[in-house]
Nanobody, 120 residues
Framework: QVHVVESGGGLVQPGGSLRLSCAAS????????MGWYRQAPGKQRELVAQ???????NYADSVKGRFTISTDNAKNTVYLQMNNLKPEDTAVYYC??????????????WGQGTQVTVSS
């Protein structure tokens, strides 16, 4: 089984910064891609940013230039540095990890989510 745990959410004023962390653990052979998604009240979950094991990144247009995704592959950990936060960034942020388990089966695992609130 693969476990994904996020941390680092909280309340921040507009224009402020937060850094989210996410660690995947368990019977992992390799991770192909890790990413951050978010879901605001009344809205569908949407992709925020993704990063592959080779370092390719993909960002939602709404966060380009403000958010940066990075990884520590040795620790199966992904980070999301969020700068110049806006009220519309308020949402529950979920981490996702996809890869291979030691059994050679694929996994697609989600964390429990962490709340980010941007408000004055």
């Amino acid at each position: 089984q693969v476990h994904v745990v996020e941390s680092g959410g909280g309340l921040v004023q507009p224009g402020g910064s937060l850094r989210l962390s996410c660690a995947a653990s368990g019977s992992i052979l390799s991770i192909g891609v890790m990413g951050w998604y978010r879901q605001a009240p009344g809205k569908q979950r949407e992709l925020v940013a993704q990063i592959t094991s080779s370092g390719f990144t993909n960002y939602a247009d709404s966060v380009k230039g403000r958010f940066t995704i990075s990884t520590d592959n040795a620790k199966n950990t992904v980070y999301l540095q969020m700068n110049n936060l806006k009220p519309e960034d308020t949402a529950v942020y979920y981490c996702n990890a996809q890869g291979l388990k030691v059994t050679k089966n694929l996994f697609n695992s989600w964390g429990q989510g962490t709340q980010v609130t941007v408000s004055s």
